[in-house]
């Protein structure tokens, strides 16, 4: 038998499910899987703070989407413009309950409640209190991680911005360059805090006095 | 830098939800780290992932029969499903939306079903035609392009909120609801689909491990 201490010494790759020993690596390297090569983890000292920085950063940005049109445009005269809260009101106005509660949990609730998660955890296992709140919020957010979908929507926005052309002139609003700072900072800290990488960061913090 | 391969006698599973490496206890494993139940194949053989999967399915046929998106050009309607607004948007020139879209809606979905539809028989009735490796590349794919379908919803959500005018209005088709349900489904599918099932079907495993499991 294997001591749990010895199978968190152990990772999985996500794409070959091949078992891989975890070693200790230097600043700014990087582990991949020895048989389909995708990314295992990395090291970088400062990344719980990178990542807390970031993740404030991240919820300004998110306030701006979520407040301000992301496109308005402009047809014979009359203007019309686009923010997130009202795609759903339409949507839930229009019958189309279901659609609109889908579209609100992926690209409203959903990173909402990741970034405050985010935020909280990173400021937990940095000045390493509340271990019980700490498990709890990442447990949460091993769940709602999978019905996150911003990057898709930002490429929805450019598909139907192209469909538009030439009908209408489009202005692009704040809200939009704010997603796309959203997108790119989301997509980096999932990047250098992926799951397992939290969990160890936890583990090295509260369980290893 | 290439990390060692661990070799183990044991069975070893990944916990989905916070990737931590877990005993493979049969059917009644709970992750040691977040205590969710990783699933195991011995009794529930992905039901529920079938279950998902074809309601999926039966939600993506009135998606491709019923209108996506209607609309209103002074007074004068009209309406386009799925393959009709790509068609369309070929014929206009655009080429790379319709290509996206066609991707979207009617590419990803249908390589989803057939990728989870042929993992889970073949899990039931194992044949080795096709390595583990290259059937958890599959599932790795069906896992990482299944979001992307969600694409067609919003454009007509953003359509919808956004083309409000006097003279032209764009509301959304039955379709849409009737699509997103499916994505939904297949969302639900793959992540309830047991990734060990692929490997633990070989000849003479199942009876250890069941004298294991009770």
Not at chain 1, 69 to 86: A, C, H
Request: proline content about 3%; charged content about 20%; overall charge positive.
């Amino acid at each position: 038998m294997i001591t749990d201490r010895e199978l968190d010494k152990l990772i999985i790759c996500k794409k070959c499910h091949k078992i891989h020993e975890v070693e200790q690596l230097e600043h700014g390297e990087i582990a991949t899987c020895s048989y389909c090569g995708t990314t295992l983890y990395s090291c970088d000292k400062d990344s719980i703070k990178k990542a807390f920085a970031l993740s404030l950063a991240s919820m300004i940005f998110l306030i701006l989407t979520n407040f301000f049109p992301l496109v308005q445009i402009d047809f014979l005269g009359s203007e019309q413009y686009v923010t997130i809260f009202k795609t759903m009101v339409t949507l839930s106005s229009e019958g189309f309950w279901f659609v609109a509660l889908m579209v609100s949990v992926l690209i409203f609730i959903s990173p909402i409640v990741i970034v405050m998660i985010h935020i909280m955890l990173f400021g937990l296992i940095y000045f390493k209190r509340e271990k019980e709140l700490a498990r709890k919020l990442l447990i949460f957010l091993g769940y709602i991680l999978p019905w996150h979908m911003s990057d898709i929507f930002l490429i929805s926005i450019l598909v139907a911005l192209v469909k538009l052309i030439g009908f209408v002139q489009i202005n692009i609003g704040i809200a939009f360059f704010s997603l796309v700072a959203f997108v790119i900072i989301d997509l980096y800290i999932t990047r250098v805090m992926p799951m397992h990488t939290l969990w160890f960061n936890y583990q090295k913090v509260f369980e290893d006095e | 830098m290439s990390n060692k391969i661990f070799e183990s006698k044991e069975d070893l599973l990944r916990c989905p939800l916070c990737e931590a490496v877990n005993y493979d206890r049969g059917r009644l494993t709970k992750c040691r780290r977040c205590h969710s139940s990783l699933y195991s194949y011995k009794y529930f053989k992905n039901e529920k992932s079938v279950a998902f999967l074809i309601t999926a399915i039966i939600a993506y046929i009135p998606a491709n029969i019923y209108p996506m998106m209607i609309t209103k050009n002074f007074g004068h309607e009209i309406s386009s499903t799925i393959l009709g607004g790509v068609i369309l948007l070929w014929q206009q020139g655009s080429y790379p939306i319709s290509l996206i879209i066609l991707f979207a809606s009617i590419f990803v979905p249908i390589v989803k079903f057939v990728i989870l539809l042929y993992l889970i028989i073949n899990a039931k009735y194992p044949k080795q035609e096709v390595s583990n490796s290259t059937k958890k590349n599959m599932y790795y794919l069906a896992e990482i392009i299944g979001p992307w379908s969600m694409i067609d919803v919003f454009v007509v959500a953003i359509l919808a909120s956004l083309i409000h005018l006097k003279s032209v209005e764009i509301i959304a088709g039955n379709a849409a609801t009737a699509f997103a349900l499916s994505v939904f489904f297949t969302l639900l599918a793959a992540q309830s689909f047991d990734i060990g099932s692929i490997e633990k079907h070989k000849e003479g495993q199942g009876d250890s491990r069941d004298s294991k499991t009770r």
